[in-house]
């Protein structure tokens, strides 16, 4: 243990104390609360407490990051997040509410009542983070998944110049010089409102652009990632990717599959409920990161059916941005079921060309596709659960005997299973007939839903199994 912490501090340099404002006027630009429209009642009540106790501590203490981005923008942040000179014990001790978490940078988070204040030190130019806008609970995730042998073998395959630990503290400038983007590298300071860049993030925010910090192949390098959250604020922001931001993503797009298939299944989560995930989708196509993403996907849109496969995942994210924007949930396991279902079918295809029947050939295409898949996306498994119903969903709902068809409409993600099938008619299948014969059964009373399925079953020619009258059980 002792070997392993002198590993650690070896790393760890004691934080600075924070700049004076007069000191910050000659290296950074200083906004005043005049030159723009932020307040205090803008802020969170519990950011504000946070931002208080740790001045009142005599700690520098900032808003930071997509918090005050947003804001600037006129938009509702999803969260608040600070940075401080305070290094994470300090801040333990200040707040009996919170807790370290995190393992490649440590954080905390202080919690007041269901929202949590995330807390982070500031970094340090002797490192640098794996990601910038820390999902903290992804360490602990990984920590979990990778036993010491599974971790040695990762590592192992690891690219030089991504790095996968970072504890290193600093100074406020030095931080903002670690950001991902300059328009993530703004402070607000609670004492007097103003605003503090130190890489130009306010122009940039004028100019509608997203622009690296730092040498932009350097900093893709060191954490991948970066290039799909370039595509994610340049389609939630409408802004365009400055352009030498952008030229090298091609090129490295294929660091993407060393990228930790958990760490993956969390960027994905955050693509698909930007709300913008049309955008988003044609981004990623456009630079060259979706193979690197969804590999058998990427091959059935360049095939033989890539337009009906394109429309079909267009026609599920604008759906998707549509019921975000009204406030809807989105089950991630469905836009998994879209985004793999053609791969599906044509490993269907095959199997049953190899002399299988239609319910092992699924079991079969099944297997394989997400087989291929977490390998690059490691989703839950209640996520894939989800997924499989769906999937056997689509030949359960095309079942023509009565009890089939009663359990199909009984089935606990039969809603998602019905959407799925809409879905496959808007997009072209010919299963519209089908969606249309389950629209009109679900509206009917349980007398029109006999006649539906007797009607049903007299086209299909179904012979009716047993003479033995069952209590119709079709009200849900």
């Known amino acids: 243990m002792k070997k392993v912490w002198h590993k650690i501090k070896s790393h760890v340099r004691k934080p600075r104390r924070g700049a004076s404002p007069q000191a910050l006027s000659a290296s950074a630009e200083i906004v005043p609360s005049s030159s723009?429209?932020?307040?205090?009642?803008?802020?969170?009540?519990?950011?504000?407490?946070?931002?208080h106790?740790?001045?009142?501590?005599?700690?520098?203490?900032?808003?930071v990051g997509g918090g005050v981005r947003d804001l600037l923008l006129h938009q509702k942040p999803k969260d608040f997040d600070i940075a401080t000179e305070a290094s994470p014990?300090?801040?333990?001790?200040?707040f009996s509410n919170s807790r370290i978490i995190g393992r490649r940078?440590?954080?905390?988070?202080?919690?007041?009542g269901r929202e949590i204040v995330e807390v982070a030190t500031f970094r340090g130019a002797g490192g640098n983070n794996v990601e910038d806008e820390f999902d903290s609970n992804q360490d602990q995730i990984e920590?979990?998944?990778?036993p010491a042998e599974k971790k040695r073998k990762r590592q192992s395959k690891i690219p030089a110049g991504i790095l996968e630990y970072d504890n290193v503290y600093g100074s406020m400038e030095e931080d903002a010089f670690r950001r991902d983007f300059t328009i993530n590298a703004l402070f607000y300071r609670v004492e007097d409102s103003s605003v503090i860049d130190f890489c130009q993030g306010i122009k940039d925010l004028e100019n509608k652009k997203i622009r690296v910090i730092g040498d932009p192949e350097k900093r893709y390098r060191e954490d991948p990632v970066r290039m799909l959250r370039a595509v994610r604020f340049a389609a939630k922001l409408g802004?365009?990717?400055?352009?030498?931001?952008?030229a090298p993503i091609r090129k490295l797009a294929n660091?993407?599959?060393?990228?930790?298939?958990s760490r993956m299944y969390d960027e994905f989560i955050k693509l698909i409920l930007s709300g913008f995930s049309v955008q988003v989708f044609e981004l990623l196509t456009h630079y060259g990161l979706f193979e690197f993403i969804f590999p058998d996907t990427h091959r059935c849109l360049n095939g033989a059916s890539g337009e009906l496969v394109s429309n079909f995942i267009k026609v599920a994210l604008q759906e998707t941005d549509a019921r975000i924007a009204s406030g809807k949930t989105i089950n991630p396991a469905f836009m998994l079921a879209v985004l793999l279902w053609h791969p599906l079918q044509e490993r269907r295809h095959f199997y049953e060309g190899e002399g299988h029947n239609l319910y092992v050939a699924n079991q079969l295409a099944q297997n394989d596709v997400l087989k291929g898949q977490l390998s690059r996306i490691s989703s839950p498994r209640r996520t894939t659960t989800t997924l499989r119903d769906i999937w056997m969903l689509q030949n359960h709902l095309a079942q023509t005997r009565k009890m089939r068809i009663i359990r199909a409409f009984q089935h606990q993600h039969f809603r998602a299973g019905y959407d799925f099938l809409l879905l496959r008619g808007r997009a072209g299948e010919s299963v519209q007939s089908l969606a249309d014969w389950w629209t009109r059964f679900q509206q009917a009373d349980e007398q029109a839903q006999e006649i539906l399925m007797n009607e049903l079953q007299s086209k299909s020619g179904s012979k009716k199994r047993g003479s033995r009258r069952r209590r119709s059980p079709l009200k849900k």
């Open 53 to 63: 106790r740790l001045n009142d501590a005599g700690f520098s203490a900032y808003l």
């Open 239 to 246: 802004f365009t990717i400055e352009e030498q931001s952008a």
């Open 36 to 51: 723009h429209h932020i307040s205090n009642q803008d802020i969170s009540s519990a950011s504000l407490k946070v931002l």
């Open 255 to 261: 660091l993407l599959s060393h990228v930790p298939p």
């Open 105 to 112: 940078f440590r954080l905390v988070h202080i919690r007041y």
């Open 89 to 94: 014990e300090e801040i333990r001790r200040l």
């Open 143 to 146: 920590e979990n998944e990778f």
